[in-house]
């Protein structure tokens, strides 16, 4: 089975703080267990391949050219070589 990446960079990172941040807090009365959702953010950064995002037809990964893919929702525009 071949599951190509379909999140990028900043992408990752975001969800990997965001995931262990929520992890770290379930343990504390702050957010109780709750904080275990944190799981699917930690997850998806790591494999960096998010289900949702290939149903919606997202993909915040780079193109080979340097630019943000098409489907990026940030915004920005390509660099131009």
Do not use: H, Q
Not at 28 to 43: D, N
Not at 46 to 65: Q, V
């Amino acid at each position: 089975m071949n599951i190509t990446t379909n999140v990028g960079d900043i992408d990752r990172i975001a969800r990997i703080v965001v995931g262990a941040l929520l992890i770290i807090l379930a343990f504390t009365p702050v957010i109780g267990w709750w904080g275990l959702i944190g799981i699917v953010p930690l997850a998806t950064g790591i494999m960096r391949f998010c289900p949702a995002y290939s149903i919606l037809g997202i993909n915040t990964c780079k193109t080979e050219d340097g630019g943000e893919n098409a489907n990026n929702e940030g915004g920005g525009e390509s660099a131009n070589k």
